[in-house]
């Protein structure tokens, strides 16, 4: 029924080791999963907090919360990068509710390009040069506009499904559903590209 | 309606779950193979959604920033408090209430002594006016002096939002001429604050606005962030870590613009923008 295991797979178990080694203290073990997860991290907070300095700043918290809570991670529940997603997403929003700011609502199609960011890495190059990615961005642009908004806002906004439900003027029904959608077609497209 | 087990994954990855239903959903994850199978397969998807955003790399200073963190000393790293002690004996109400009475009775007196000893903790929130030239200090009292950091806080942003909404009720700020402005809500106790950028002149494309907090006494700058890009005017917060911070004593503010392409800075080397330059 799924994809047999690969490239991903092998990588989140090292991932998963070194979280073991940082949970018992292990520095180097640290810097290793900081090289491997800070760009993504970051382009995360990047995305949500829409400022390089506050980005900076929850970027800092979420790796020391990392740190501080390796030893709760279990590699049965989660795989190791979406943990630190999860710890990442779940510092923006508590810097968002602490300065106040409203979270950002808005779809992928306005927000991908931010002209009060410094510019990024190109998306381009970077997708010229991981297959994966092109893939991926390609298996987005053939979602329907209300799945890709909804995914998104869920992802990157900060707001709950019931806000997002209210930001899009849906039943909360039919934004579960969008986003059950949204993820699974983006999955299925990309196992089938892949493929 | 049971909601489907593909909708209860999908919220589970994204994390947009309720504690409780998230924690019996993981549960669930960790028993049945099928499903944590279904789990991987959208973390998988989403890995590489994120991998797809526009990659920001983080300053190259950041994880020595980071480290420098995880050396100070946290609350984990205290030892536990001592545990009670337990009662050996159930007492009658006869030998209990007495003993305790006089207990309440002793740790009052015990507390309104030491109360009226300890110095209070400072109930005010200083007001920083910046302009090119200058600053300007004034002392606003706090209406609920608490010590504890939430309520400090709320008073502080309920100050700052007023002030904010409301400019004329800001005590004395200084008049710029040039027209560069802002002020800074600090509370000594909490190390907490707020910038408010009235005007700040547009930012060169290489350079990011920083702001510092000067110590008076000692002429110490102390990281406060960087303001957010390409923006003139807002309302910020700001929180500096309680071991930098200045123990007491006048503080001052200060913006320079700062090199992105450098690392972050750890001591002002831009030209100042607002404020009086320490150096």
């Known amino acids: 029924m799924f994809a047999p295991p690969t490239t991903l797979d092998v990588r989140a178990a090292e991932d998963a080791r070194l979280i073991a080694r940082i949970a018992a203290g292990d520095r180097a073990a640290f810097q290793e999963l900081y090289a491997r997860y800070s760009k993504p991290l970051f382009s995360i907070a990047v995305r949500m907090l829409r400022d390089l300095g506050a980005a900076e700043e929850a970027l800092q918290d979420a790796f020391l919360k990392l740190w501080h809570h390796a030893g709760s991670f279990d590699p049965d529940k989660s795989r190791p990068f979406t943990w630190a997603v999860t710890l990442t997403r779940r510092t923006c929003i508590d810097h968002l509710r602490k300065t106040r700011r409203l979270p950002v609502a808005e779809s992928l199609s306005e927000s991908d390009t931010d002209p009060d960011l410094p510019a990024a890495e190109s998306t381009r190059s970077s997708a010229e040069r991981n297959d994966d990615t092109a893939r991926l961005r390609d298996a987005l642009a053939t979602l329907p506009e209300p799945q890709r908004c909804a995914l998104d806002l869920a992802l990157f906004s900060g707001l709950t499904h019931p806000q997002i439900a209210e930001t899009l003027r849906q039943p909360l029904g039919t934004v579960k559903t969008w986003i059950r959608r949204g993820l699974l077609q983006l999955r299925d497209t990309f196992n089938s590209t892949a493929s | ?218 002429g110490r700058a102390i990281d406060a962030g960087s303001l957010p890009s390409a923006t003139a005017r807002g309302l910020y917060f700001f929180s500096l870590d309680p071991a930098g911070a200045p123990a007491s004593g006048p503080v001052n503010f200060l913006i320079t613009a700062e090199d992105i392409a450098s690392p972050p800075p750890t001591r002002p080397r831009g030209e100042p923008i607002l404020g009086r330059n320490p150096i």
Not at chain 2, 189 to 210: C, E, M, S, W
């Open chain 2, 1 to 218: 309606m049971t909601p489907p087990v593909e909708e209860l994954a999908a919220l589970y990855v994204l994390d947009q779950l309720e504690p409780a239903d998230r924690q019996a959903f993981a549960g669930r994850v960790a028993r049945e193979p099928g499903l944590a199978a279904l789990v991987r397969s959208l973390e998988i998807t989403l890995e590489q959604r994120i991998h797809a955003l526009p990659q920001h790399p983080p300053p190259a200073a950041l994880l020595s920033r980071i480290e420098s963190r995880l050396d100070a000393p946290t609350e984990r790293s205290r030892p536990p408090p001592p545990a009670a002690a337990a009662f050996p004996i159930r007492p009658t109400f006869t030998r209990w209430v007495l003993p305790a009475a006089a207990a309440v009775v002793l740790g009052a007196a015990t507390f309104f002594f030491l109360d009226r000893q300890r110095p209070p903790s400072p109930s005010v929130v200083l007001i920083v006016g910046l302009d090119p030239q200058r600053n300007t200090v004034t002392k606003i009292p706090l209406q609920n002096p608490a010590r504890d950091t939430d309520a400090r806080f709320v008073q502080l942003a309920s100050l700052a939002e007023r002030f904010w909404t409301r400019p004329d009720d800001l005590p004395r700020v200084p008049t710029a001429p040039a027209g560069s402005r802002a002020y800074a809500l600090f509370d000594p106790t909490t190390h907490q604050g707020f910038i408010a950028v009235q005007q700040l002149p547009n930012q060169p494309a290489d350079k990011r606005y920083h702001l510092w907090l000067v110590d008076s006494e000692t």
